[in-house]
């Protein structure tokens, strides 16, 4: 019979997936489950290595048509806070961090008298690259205080104040000569630390300069912690080791120092962990090199940086399944010591540093699983969580949440997660984490749109930042629309509600804060956030009938909405201000880009906004503008 001949043809394809799929995961995943961190005895050693693993990887690769590509890069910029606060300055807004003690650098940073502003180098900003120092408090006095200004082969990317020192990051691109006269070109990242005595003229103290990446960095007391990475360069036949440099004194990295792991992959980089104290000039820079794939996220807590690795497996010729797995490193840091302790891996990939967390001895993290499929068949996709002890080995684990979607969002609030995955509707799930060897669902509830930053509101309530959206009548998706912001009760566990929402715009509508959560000004003493939007706008006369839920909006206006956000009442809308001085629905020039609202603090009872061009500040009670300066 018909039937039975395909029966055997597809129970033949699943038996093949399954053997080819057995045999990648003998070779590639059990022959690599220690992960036993290693050093090298020399620079043979280490060019061997690399040669070896990388023909490895190709030759099964290619045998079973699997491609192995790094993980998307993601350059993370944000608000910076201060650890120290001016004696004669009011009370300030501090930096919407994940972990608090662990400072985030940005753009905007205050310490309460002024305001550090990094200009420059970001996606619609054409300007200088600098920095300008505001004389903020009072308003009255606001004035340009002094600027900091970078050539053009510079891409300024964020910036950290500590008591009287700035440390600002810095993306360099230059020509430089490899071993033997032949050129290439490496990208490097450079701190440069300022002394700020005399607040009219910043001094530079110090300079390190590392070959390679930014990937991020954090900064805990005395000391910041910075990430890099840096792709294997070839000149000839021999490996380049990157450098570091300090104050122009460079030395290249010793293979001797090098750790690695038995993990075959098609591209290596070198990714170096360097320690700084900011205020003790003498002191020497610690570093730490391992040699893995790209690095894409890291997460870091009061002891530990915890990079993850993401491999992606796919097939390329008579696909039958895919193949992906996040590779877990702890780093622990104290002081100017920085040690490698220990390696890990679970399936999937995580979305951002929101997916990882770590509390009470353990390591949790949630990620997104791409499953086997067969060619014709289509893709699918898992969302888990596992929680690692601190050998990174698992110990608990949930898997198989909302088959056929995607995490969108994550956020770890002690005992508890709270996860938004989408495809149609943006299914909320509430995660118990109180046994660590057995997470469980608790509730879910399932409502139009979905979250892209979630944010914690006391211990019952979660703040979800996203966008709303419309059913398709056709096809299992949906059109996204305007930015929407819920407030979601969590205290009844096993039945969320979202309790109250507002939706900005329409189709096309956009904010910083969908990306970057430091873009967020939030307090929840004073009940008060605000955050910057790009408004869009369908102009109804385009469609003579009913608008398409596809169609675009134009952008008609870009500033800073204001709110009051409290448990009782929800999310009340009080205002809007703009350093805009005309419509722009006829559209947006490039003055218009540069005066778009990036970030917003405040200082006592005065909100601040800040642009390319302007500083404006407004009362905090009513909204009133008081003054503003040009600042370009």
């Known amino acids: 019979m018909w039937w039975k001949r395909i029966l055997v043809i597809v129970t033949a394809a699943i038996l093949v997936s399954a053997s080819t799929y057995m045999l990648y995961y003998k070779f590639f995943v059990e022959e690599n489950e ?3 961190l290693k050093r090298f005895g020399s620079y043979n050693e280490l060019k061997n290595f690399v040669k070896s693993n990388v023909e490895l990887s190709s030759k099964w690769f ?6 192995v590509s790094p993980a998307p890069r993601t350059i993370f910029r944000g608000i910076a806070s201060t650890t120290a606060v001016a004696e004669a300055s009011p009370q300030y807004s501090q930096t ?13 940073k205050t310490d309460g008298l002024y ?9 619609y900003v ?13 308003p009255e006095e606001m004035h340009v205080m002094s600027k900091i200004v970078w050539s053009e082969n510079y891409v300024p990317t964020g910036i950290f104040v500590n008591k009287n020192r700035l440390i600002v990051f810095l993306t360099s691109y230059s020509k430089s000569m490899g071993v033997g006269g032949s050129g290439y070109y ?38 910041v912690y910075v990430v890099v990475t840096s792709p294997i360069y070839y000149v000839g036949e021999e490996i380049v080791l990157p450098s570091l440099s300090v104050n122009g004194e460079s030395v290249s990295i010793d293979p001797k120092e090098v750790y690695y792991t038995n993990t075959p992959d098609l591209s290596y980089t070198f990714t170096t962990i360097v320690a700084l104290n900011v205020f003790l000039d003498d002191e020497p820079i610690v570093k730490k090199t391992i040699l893995t794939g790209a690095a894409s996220n890291m997460y870091v807590s009061l002891n530990n940086i915890y990079l993850a690795i993401t491999k992606y497996n796919f097939i390329k010729e008579n696909a039958i399944f895919s193949y992906e797995e996040t590779l877990l490193y702890r780093i622990s840091i104290r002081g100017n010591s920085i040690d490698f302790e220990a390696e890990g891996t679970v399936p999937g990939h995580v979305l951002n540093q929101f997916s990882m967390d770590e509390y009470n001895g353990y390591f949790r993290i949630a990620t997104t699983l791409g499953y086997p499929w067969i060619r014709g068949g289509g893709s699918s996709e898992s969302n888990s969580i596992y929680v690692l002890d601190m050998a990174l080995k698992v110990v608990g684990k949930l898997e198989n949440l909302a088959k056929g979607e995607k995490i969108y969002s994550a956020r770890f609030m002690g005992e508890r997660a709270y996860i938004v995955t989408f495809k149609k509707v943006d299914p909320f799930f509430v995660i118990d984490l109180t046994d660590a060897r057995n997470p469980k669902v608790l509730g879910w509830l399932k409502i139009p749109g979905y979250s892209d930053y979630l944010h914690p509101l006391g211990e019952d309530h979660v703040i979800g930042i996203g966008k709303e959206t419309i059913e398709a009548e056709e096809g299992d998706f949906a059109w996204y629309q305007g930015l929407k912001i819920s407030l979601f009760n969590v205290k009844n566990v096993s039945a969320p509600k979202e309790i109250s929402k507002y939706v900005i715009g329409e189709r096309g509508t956009d904010s910083p804060i969908l990306r970057d959560h430091r873009a967020l000004l939030f307090d929840s003493e004073r009940s008060f956030m605000a955050i910057p939007v790009l408004v869009a706008m369908i102009d109804r006369s385009q469609y003579p009938g009913t608008v ?21 009442h929800g999310i009340i809308f009080r205002g809007k201000i703009t350093h805009l001085s005309q419509n722009i629905s006829g559209g947006l020039s490039s003055d218009d880009y540069l005066k778009f609202i990036e970030r917003a603090i405040y200082i006592g009872d005065y909100l601040y906004t800040i642009s390319n061009k302007i500083v404006k500040v407004n009362d905090i009670n009513n909204l009133k503008e008081v003054s503003s300066i040009k600042i370009g």
């Open 96 to 108: 919407n961090v994940q972990v608090a003690g662990v400072d985030e650098p940005d753009i905007v």
């Open 186 to 223: 490496p990208i490097k990242c450079e701190i440069e630390v300022y002394e700020l005595a005399n607040i009219k003229a910043p001094k530079l103290v110090k300079n390190v300069t590392l070959e390679g990446y930014y990937l991020n960095a954090r900064m805990i007391e005395d000391y």
């Open 548 to 568: 398409p839920p596809y169609a675009y909006g134009e952008p008609v206006w870009q500033g800073l909405y204001v709110f009051n956000l409290t448990i009782e």
């Open 126 to 138: 054409s300007g200088d690259r600098e920095l300008v120092i505001v004389k903020a408090y009072p």
């Open 62 to 67: 290619g045998v079973y048509g699997i491609q």
């Open 115 to 123: 305001i550090y502003y990094l200009k420059g180098g970001r996606d």
């Open 34 to 36: 220690s992960y036993e």
